[in-house]
Nanobody, 128 residues
Framework: QVQLVESGGGLVQAGGSLRLSCVASGRTLSNYAMGWFRQAPGKEREFVAGISRGGFRTYYTDSVKGRFTISRDNAKTTVYLQMNSLKPEDTATYYC?????????????????????WGQGTQVTVSS
């Protein structure tokens, strides 16, 4: 079992930046591919960004490409989502997710059903 702890959400003006963090309680994230999803009121949870277990590959949904960056630190303790040039359309609850990977280090996963563990969610609100 993996328990994910998120932080970094908040209220920001359009054009501003936020940095979300995700840490696994009691262990490292070295054996997991990681993803960030978001869900706005009345909408389905959608994929935002993913990173492979080895950290060599990333993938983003079109609406955030060039503005968001997913990364993981060298100590393999934390996964980040750097969000720049934020827009009101980015307002949502953001969720960190982890997929247990027994083999391979270069795959990125984009589906909600791909992931095994989820954080509690952190609210991001972008005002005009």
């Amino acid at each position: 079992q993996v328990q994910l702890v998120e932080s970094g959400g908040g209220l920001v003006q359009a054009g501003g930046s936020l940095r979300l963090s995700c840490v696994a309680s009691g262990r490292t994230l070295s054996n997991y591919a990681m993803g960030w999803f978001r869900q706005a009121p009345g909408k389905e949870r959608e994929f935002v960004a993913g990173i492979s277990r080895g950290g060599f590959r990333t993938y983003y949904t079109d609406s955030v490409k060039g503005r968001f960056t997913i990364s993981r630190d060298n100590a393999k303790t934390t996964v980040y989502l750097q969000m720049n040039s934020l827009k009101p359309e980015d307002t949502a609850t953001y969720y960190c997710s982890a997929k247990d990977v027994d083999y391979g280090t270069g795959y990125v996963y984009t589906g909600v059903s791909d992931y095994d563990y989820w954080g509690q969610g952190t609210q991001v609100t972008v005002s005009s």
